[in-house]
Structure formats: C-alpha cells, structure tokens
C-alpha cells in the first residue's frame, strides 16, 4: 500500500535519514517513535508529499487514499461541527444547508418541487450525518454543538471536530500525530477502543505509552537516522531494543578482543623474518573483518532526586457543602471531599463533569459560591496549570529563571533536570521571551518540583512532554512524600502514580481507595458497553477476556510472567559478565606474560622463560575456549 525506498534526508549538513525503508499494508498498526528532534514529523511531512527526500523514493498503490491529523492548527473555515467531521465536498455541504433551510421555514414539509433529499440521500448523506454524530458523541461533543460554527470552538475541539472527520471519511491509511493530546481520558479511551476495529492502516506518532501498548502491532524507531522496526507494541519494542543493544555490545567487545589479540600477535612479530608472513596474515585477517561500529547511546540518564517538602498534618485540604455554579449548569450543590497527606488522587470522569473545577476550587483559582475550603495544618499548596507559565520571567534565560528557586541546588543538577524536561545543551541559554507555550510549561513544571509544596495540585501535567520527559516527572512524583491531586488522560502516567481515584459525573463525587486497576476493575466498565458512548474507562472487552479472567487478575498474571522472564534474563546476563570478567583477567594475564618474554633478561634466569611461555599458551587455550562460552552465553541472552 504505501513503500518507502531508500530515503536519504539532510538539512543544513544534518542527516536526519539514511537509507530509510518501510513497507506499509492494509491493516498495519505502526506506532512512529523516537527523541524529539529525530525527524518524525518531516517524515510524515515527506509521506505526504510536502517534502521531497533528497534521495530514494515514497510510492503509493494506485488508489489508496490517506487522512492526516496535525499535531496542532488543523485550518477551519465558515463550516458547522457537523458540517466540517462530514464535508466530504461542497456539494454535499451545499445541499445539507439547503436542507435545513428548508426545513427550518416548512417544519414537517416535504418539499416535492426539489430534489434536494434526493441528492443528499444519494450522496449517503444520512449515513454519514448518523455516522458523524456517533463520533462526536465519542469525542465528548454533545447533541447542542452539532450546528456551532467551528470558528467558535477553542484549539483543542477543533483538533477533535478533525478527527472525527477523518474518522467518518476511513481513509485508507490513517497518518496522526499526536491524536491524544486534546482528548481528555475517556474520550481518549473510546478512541482507542474505536482505532481497534478500524478498517484501514494506521501510522502514528504519540508520546503514549499506554495508547501504543493497546494499538500497534509494530513499532519504528527513528534512531541514528534510520528506521528499525520492531515487531509488537511498545513494551515489546522496549524489550527488543535492550536485547539488541546488549548484543550489539557484546558482539563489538568480543570483535575487539579478537583484534586486539591480533594487533598483540603482528606488533610483536612482524620485525621478525620467521614470523613476518604470520604477522601479515594476521592484518589480512582484521582487513577482511566487517568492523562492528561502536554502541551509541541517545539515552536520558533519570537518576535524581527532587527536594521534599515539609510534612504536613493528616488532614491536607477540605471541602464542605460546597455549590458551583456557571449561570444555570449547576456543577456541585451540597460536595464534600478530603484528601489525606500521602494521598495521590487522580480525578476522571467524562469530559464537563467537573474535574478541573474541582481543582481550580481546591486551588482557590475560583471561589465557591457557598460551602467552606479548609487547608490542613502546615500545608502550603501549589498549582499547575497552562497559565501558571504566566509567573514566569520572561527577560530571563531558562537557566536563570531555574535556578531562582529557595531550594539549595548546583548547576548541574538543575541542568540534568532541565535536560530531562527537553531543554539540552545550548537551550538552557534561551530567553524564556521567546519559548513556545510548550516549553514555558515545561520550565514552570520544573520550577514546580525544584520546590514543591506539600500539596501539589496538577491539571495535565504530561501535556507537550515526550515519553523520556513523562518518565522524568513519574520518577520525580513517585518520590514525592507530599500530597497530590492531579488530572491526566495517559493512562501509563496514572498507573504509575495514583494511590486512589475520584470518579466525578452529574456534580457528585465517588471515592475508590485503590489504584487505577482497582477503579477499573471496580465499575466493570459498565457504561463503556455502546462503542460510540464516552461514558466509561474502557471496553468491556479490554476488562474481561476470553479466558473470564478479570483485568486486576490478568495484570497479576502477566506481571509475574514479566517477573519471571526478567530473573531468567538477569541470570544471563550475569553469566555473560562472569564470562567477559575472566576473559579480562585472563588478557591482562596473557599482556604481563608477553612484557616478561619480551624482556631480554628473562632468559638468563634459568627455566622462568620457559615457564612464562607455558602459562602463556595455557592462556591463550583459556581465552579461545571462554570466547566460545562466551558466544553461547550472548547467543542465549540474545533469544530471551
């Protein structure tokens, strides 16, 4: 369907590609991965013909069509919401304007002068507004924001007005970047649920890694300005990679003992006649070898520790009798909550229920119109949110503005931090005047955990990371001993971090004291049975399987299967290092024992050369017999 060819791709002396080749099926389920900077957007931008590569070739099958989702600023024009996730042609939107023109001046009419139901239903368009609307109504749309003008909508729905639009045409190959970004959780989990039956290919650049788990079948890595693919979701793309890289690492040691050993045998012997033609055999030897390149690493080292903040009472925050309300929408009439210290709340529930005003009031971002908020004692809270970037200085570099903290810290500390939080090298030197909305965020995410209060009240704090960065900020909370409420739509940093999990629907407030497995396993996905309903966390299918195991008891199963198969690779590798460390020994042995023949004096001690010699090929019969173990021992870590 879609086959790329030896695609090289430089800019401004930087090759982003080389020899990159792909094959694309019908069906495929392609998850496109790599650091930001990699090249993964100029290689969408490349499969869609705005970029042509410098070398090799992109080649569609005659016919197939494809679909595009941006990661930002999808174009919007004059058009409804439902116009714009069914405006196939002009005509078609033409016609259904016509329509309710119509129907709005005659109500119950039928107009039998014009063949305009006609044409409409001909061009499927019943089908297809029935079709639309389910999608909508997925993406948390409701029946009131059919027929807004999309011009109205903020950014983000938008963005989702777009998808459902690329979602009501199939296109033959879907091409998304970053598709979850403006989906909040359930809305992201019935969009998961519906790309698993969806008809076409798939091929998708997203920063989560739960998303990826449950979608791809494929992973490809952008890495070095290649393209390796690798077989199963991104958990198996993990694996596969660390497996690979070990015998990568192997492979190259064990090729440079065996030059080296060479090296030894030609430096020593080349000067001499009976042993010349030996010691340029030897160098033929190493010529014909195909040299193994060294291992690189892009890897972000996550080994910090953030500062704790004071401990405060039991009680955290309080909320008693509390009434919000925006005009008539009543959101909370009568809500009590409380959080604990030690707490790590996650609050879900559909998209408008009320979660992020309930942390904009636990925030004290917004009053209550009656009702009391009681800070526990000693807590000092802190919010994070989009505007919180505002605080900001923005005359100041991101450096600078870092390390204004109260807090006690090095340079380098606060560096390695920033670095994981995507400002390295010389970007740590830019003036925060010019950053995008993006990495303001980032940077007052960072001055957040440089000196975190007690209380930590976040709103989507993953938003703009990439999944190094997400893994950053789940190391540094998962050390926090303070309390945390937070909001978030990746399900891989939720599982990570809650302890216990509020549902919040229909202004009311229900507590599950465990983590977000618990919470699923608890409301059996009962409201997520109609595929088009946003309504629950997941498809009851992805809750019991077929062998009527529940979720909480699959996870049990196959993290002890993971347990299991990590000891064995661990003894592996510990015998593969057990292996490496005698060959080491044994080749500073064989270096002392060469220095001792080579040493005229030796000679004139009796028997001790002739004793050296004898070592020294005991030696040399070790090492080739430890290098055969050794190949056995990698080759069976390799399989695992």
């Known amino acids: 369907m879609l086959t790329v060819a030896g695609v090289d791709k430089s800019y401004g002396g930087r090759t982003l590609f080389k020899d990159a080749t792909l094959q694309i099926n019908r069906r495929d ?133 777009h998808l459902a639009r690329l979602l009501v045409l199939e296109p033959d190959l879907l091409l998304l970047d970053e598709p979850t970004n403006h989906l909040d959780l359930y809305s ?6 519906y790309l698993r039956t969806y008809p076409g290919a798939i091929l998708m650049i997203s920063h989560d890694r739960e998303f990826l788990n449950q979608l791809v079948s494929s992973v490809v890595e ?18 596969q990679r660390e497996a690979n890289e070990a015998q990568h690492l192997a492979a190259y040691k064990n ?21 010349a033609s030996q010691a340029q055999s030897k160098l033929k030897q190493i010529e014909k070898m195909e040299i193994i390149d060294a291992p690189e690493s892009d890897a972000v080292s996550i080994d910090f520790h953030f500062p704790q903040p004071a401990r405060s009472g039991l009680k955290s925050i309080t909320l008693k009798n509390i009434r919000q309300a925006y005009g008539n929408n009543v959101v909370y009439d009568g809500m009590e909550f409380e ?104 940077l007052a995410l960072v001055k957040l955990l440089l000196n975190p209060p007690n209380l930590l009240l976040m709103d989507e704090p993953t938003t703009h990371l990439d999944m190094a960065s997400i893994e950053a900020l789940a190391a540094a909370l998962d050390q926090y001993e303070g309390t945390l409420i937070f909001i978030s739509h990746d399900v891989y940093f939720i599982r990570a971090l809650a302890n216990h999990v509020v549902h919040v629907e229909d202004g009311r407030l229900r507590h599950y004291p465990g983590d977000y497995d618990y919470y699923v396993d608890k409301t059996d996905n009962q409201s997520a049975n109609s595929p088009a309903s946003p ?9 019991k399987q077929n062998n009527g195991l529940s979720r909480k008891d699959q996870k049990r199963i196959e993290a002890e299967a993971r347990q299991a198969k990590s000891k064995i690779k661990k003894q592996h590798k510990a015998a593969v290092e057990r292996i490496e460390g005698k060959i080491t020994r044994l080749e500073e042995r064989q270096a002392e024992l060469i220095t001792l023949l080579e040493d005229p004096e030796i000679y004139s001690r009796g028997g001790e050369a002739a004793q050296c010699n004898r070592e020294l090929m005991q030696v040399q019969d070790d090492l080739q017999s430890l290098n055969r173990e050794w190949e056995a021992a990698a080759e069976a870590l390799e399989k695992i």
């Open 222 to 239: 952008i890495r070095f300005s290649k393209l390796i693919k690798y077989r199963g979701n991104y958990d198996a793309y993990l694996e």
């Open 339 to 442: 959080a604990e210290r030690g707490q790590r709340i996650v609050l879900v529930g559909p998209n408008g229920a009320g979660k992020s005003t309930l942390l904009k009031l636990l925030a004290e971002v917004i009053a209550p119109q009656s009702g009391e908020r009681i800070l526990g004692h000693n807590v000092r809270f802190g919010y994070f949110s989009q505007y919180r970037a505002e605080i900001l200085d923005l005359s100041r570099s991101v450096l600078d503005e870092a390390l204004d903290t109260p807090q006690r810290v090095s340079e380098q500390f606060v560096r390695s931090i920033l670095g994981c939080f995507l400002f390295r090298g010389d970007d740590v030197f830019k003036k925060i005047a010019v950053l995008s909305g993006g990495e303001k965020s980032r």
């Open 255 to 275: 090729q440079q003992r065996e030059i080296d050993r060479l090296m030894t045998f030609v430096d020593r012997f080349r000067a001499k006649n009976t042993k």
């Open 29 to 161: 389920r392609f998850g496109l991965v790599g650091p930001n900077g990699a090249g993964k957007s100029t290689f969408f931008r490349i499969l869609l013909q705005e970029e042509s590569p410098d070398v090799g070739e992109v080649s569609f099958e005659r016919g197939v069509t494809f679909g595009y989702l941006p990661q930002e600023s999808a174009p919007v024009g004059d058009e409804t919401v439902i116009e714009l996730a069914t405006a196939i042609t002009e005509e078609f939107r033409d016609l259904r304007r016509r329509l309710l023109a119509w129907d709005s001046a005659h109500p119950g009419e039928i107009d039998l002068h014009d063949d305009v139901h006609t044409q409409y239903n001909e061009l499927g368009g019943y089908q297809l507004e029935a079709k639309a609307k389910k999608i909508l109504k997925g993406l948390a749309f409701r029946d009131s924001d059919f027929d807004r003008p999309a011009s109205e909508l903020s950014g983000g729905w938008v963005m989702r007005a």
């Open 188 to 193: 992201l989990l019935w969009f998961q649920d």
């Open 535 to 543: 309504g629950g966390p997941a498809n009851k299918g992805a809750e």
